[in-house]
């Protein structure tokens, strides 16, 4: 590959870059560039808790990193509309006074998410066009357009003193796109004649050859799907994937299907495309989820929310019959129009069971690849980018580490100095200067976790309680004594929920409350009830697992009277 690209700074400066989300992992997406005294952030994005995150909601990326920064950040930069790019603004845009430069789609988007979680107060925005300039304090910022399997995807060229960086965003080179809108090679080939420093690129599917098909194609599945079935079509998707949803509609409208849309964010996104003109149907073609045994199943489809397993979804209330409106039956054809994302196959798995047994024919990525197109560019379209931009440096983003030392050996092959390809993982430190580049380091990153409304108070010790109570139950222990005293007031009591069934287990209570006096000093005046609470919790733990093997967490209650 020839390879073009002198420094252009001959001073002390340095560009920094770090994901604070996205490398090392699929979801999180939020990366910063930071450059003297200025700082741009690019995504910002939420992940889904695996199933041991007992309660976890969402999973957001720690911005620890800015607190002391805050007045240095110019702009966050947001690439398209999916949640692992935007789902984090409605619990940090408080904590970031920049504003947010983004398309029109994804600015409808976004402002969904604020106004229901009452953050939108905070939020300035600025609607980017492709190509133009916007300077940002030492940032040169400049959008193009980038194919997705959302509509409005942009990339950013980021410039500063040292050169040009080209953050692609999620994308892949779609020859014919469901919103007409290509890559823009030009753009990326002009770039890579004038040089660039460093190329930030998805390569999420780095592992896969060729390229990946297009989004239209899909279109074409649903069409045959909905001839071929006599029955109600559902199809589940992630619900900001537009394009796809917009092919649903289309297919329906042709077999003169009605559509539900099940889900409120799916709701939600619809309705903000269908505003701003992304998507065109006549409205009469959508009816509320109560009609829905009011209309023949022949003439009916049900785009649902709940691709991922997400407990509490439409999709997941449907698999395990506690739906209000749907019940699945025979002759039910179920789509999955999304791959699980790696860490939820367990949550698809067990859903897409039940739905089977339920009695309707289920249709998923293990058994046919019909159904789903991915929206990252494969080995081949890599190698385009690659050769489109001529970057001097190499920095593979959004994808799990196995993905990215991939795109690191396309790169070799390619031609760029295995040298010039950093790899980095959450919280890694690149660092630009005149010099060339390098790796100098890690932050302290962790998992902030958002359960209901608490944003970042479930650590890692409420989790491990959250395991035990779920997995080996609870043993409380009432202690009661006398408020002046503080002698004990009759004998201890001891109640057991998900460890074991009281009435049968008479003998091991018996004892369990045996093993609780004699933590009590034989009723003695106890003075210190935090060492005696220690003590029980010891002792009685100790017992219990020497009768059943199993550890459930011990809870002492003193009470006075």
């Known amino acids: 590959?020839?390879?073009?690209?002198?420094?252009?700074?001959?001073?002390?400066?340095?560009?920094?870059?770090?994901?604070?989300?996205?490398?090392?992992?699929?979801?999180?997406?939020?990366?910063?560039?930071?450059?003297?005294?200025?700082?741009?952030?690019?995504?910002?994005?939420?992940?889904?808790?695996?199933?041991?995150?007992?309660?976890?909601?969402?999973?957001?990326?720690?911005?620890?990193?800015?607190?002391?920064?805050?007045?240095?950040?110019?702009?966050?930069?947001?690439?398209?509309?999916?949640?692992?790019?935007?789902?984090?603004?409605?619990?940090?845009?408080?904590?970031?006074?920049?504003?947010?430069?983004?398309?029109?789609?994804?600015?409808?988007?976004?402002?969904?998410?604020?106004?229901?979680?009452?953050?939108?107060?905070?939020?300035?925005?600025?609607?980017?066009?492709?190509?133009?300039?916007?300077?940002?304090?030492?940032?040169?910022?400049?959008?193009?357009?980038?194919?997705?399997?959302?509509?409005?995807?942009?990339?950013?060229?980021?410039?500063?003193?040292?050169?040009?960086?080209?953050?692609?965003?999620?994308?892949?080179?779609?020859?014919?796109?469901?919103?007409?809108?290509?890559?823009?090679?030009?753009?990326?080939?002009?770039?890579?004649?004038?040089?660039?420093?460093?190329?930030?690129?998805?390569?999420?599917?780095?592992?896969?050859?060729?390229?990946?098909?297009?989004?239209?194609?899909?279109?074409?599945?649903?069409?045959?799907?909905?001839?071929?079935?006599?029955?109600?079509?559902?199809?589940?998707?992630?619900?900001?994937?537009?394009?796809?949803?917009?092919?649903?509609?289309?297919?329906?409208?042709?077999?003169?299907?009605?559509?539900?849309?099940?889900?409120?964010?799916?709701?939600?996104?619809?309705?903000?495309?269908?505003?701003?003109?992304?998507?065109?149907?006549?409205?009469?073609?959508?009816?509320?989820?109560?009609?829905?045994?009011?209309?023949?199943?022949?003439?009916?489809?049900?785009?649902?929310?709940?691709?991922?397993?997400?407990?509490?979804s439409a999709l997941s209330r449907i698999a395990s019959g506690e739906h209000k409106y749907v019940a699945i039956k025979e002759g039910d054809l179920i789509i999955f129009s999304a791959d699980p994302i790696p860490g939820n196959q367990d949550a698809v798995y067990e859903m897409i069971d039940n739905l089977s047994r339920l009695g309707a024919s289920v249709k998923y990525s293990d058994i046919t690849s019909d159904f789903h197109v991915s929206g990252h560019a494969s080995q081949s379209e890599l190698a385009l980018m690659l050769s489109l931009t001529r970057p001097k440096y190499l920095v593979p983003i959004s994808a799990m580490h196995r993905q990215m030392k991939q795109f690191s050996l396309l790169a070799q092959s390619a031609g760029i100095a295995a040298a010039n390809i950093l790899i980095v993982d959450e919280g890694g430190v690149i660092e630009f200067s005149q010099e060339g580049a390098r790796i100098t380091g890690q932050i302290e990153t962790t998992n902030v976790f958002v359960d209901g409304i608490g944003v970042g108070d479930v650590g890692s010790i409420v989790l491990r309680d959250r395991k035990v109570l779920a997995e080996e139950g609870i043993v409380v222990v009432i202690i009661t004594t006398h408020k002046r005293t503080n002698h004990l007031v009759g004998e201890p009591e001891i109640i057991s929920r998900g460890f074991v069934y009281m009435k049968e287990s008479g003998g091991l209570i018996k004892e369990a409350k045996q093993i609780v006096r004699k933590s009590l000093d034989s009723g003695n005046k106890i003075k210190n009830w935090l060492s005696v609470k220690e003590k029980i919790t010891e002792d009685l733990e100790r017992f219990l697992f020497k009768k059943t093997a199993r550890r459930p967490m011990v809870l002492p209650v003193i009470v006075d009277v």
């Open 1 to 312: 590959m020839s390879r073009k690209f002198r420094f252009g700074h001959k001073g002390k400066e340095k560009l920094i870059f770090i994901p604070l989300g996205g490398n090392g992992q699929v979801t999180k997406n939020m990366f910063v560039y930071e450059y003297g005294n200025d700082v741009v952030l690019v995504d910002c994005g939420m992940g889904f808790p695996t199933e041991m995150l007992y309660g976890v909601d969402m999973v957001i990326p720690d911005i620890s990193y800015l607190a002391d920064k805050r007045d240095k950040i110019r702009a966050i930069l947001i690439t398209h509309g999916h949640e692992d790019h935007i789902g984090a603004l409605p619990y940090v845009i408080d904590k970031i006074s920049a504003p947010i430069y983004t398309s029109r789609l994804t600015i409808g988007l976004i402002k969904v998410r604020l106004e229901e979680a009452g953050k939108s107060s905070f939020a300035r925005f600025i609607q980017v066009e492709p190509r133009k300039k916007y300077q940002l304090g030492a940032f040169s910022v400049e959008p193009f357009q980038m194919s997705h399997s959302i509509p409005d995807a942009v990339g950013f060229a980021i410039t500063t003193p040292l050169g040009t960086t080209i953050h692609t965003g999620d994308y892949k080179f779609d020859p014919s796109p469901v919103d007409g809108k290509t890559t823009d090679v030009e753009y990326l080939a002009s770039r890579g004649r004038a040089g660039v420093l460093a190329l930030m690129s998805d390569c999420l599917r780095s592992e896969k050859p060729g390229t990946t098909l297009s989004e239209t194609a899909i279109g074409q599945r649903f069409d045959e799907a909905m001839s071929q079935t006599s029955g109600r079509v559902i199809i589940t998707t992630f619900s900001s994937n537009i394009s796809r949803i917009k092919q649903a509609i289309e297919a329906s409208l042709k077999h003169s299907r009605k559509v539900v849309i099940m889900g409120r964010s799916m709701e939600q996104n619809i309705q903000v495309a269908a505003q701003l003109g992304y998507l065109h149907f006549p409205s009469e073609i959508l009816v509320k989820p109560e009609r829905i045994e009011k209309i023949p199943d022949q003439n009916l489809t049900l785009i649902v929310a709940g691709s991922q397993g997400q407990p509490g």
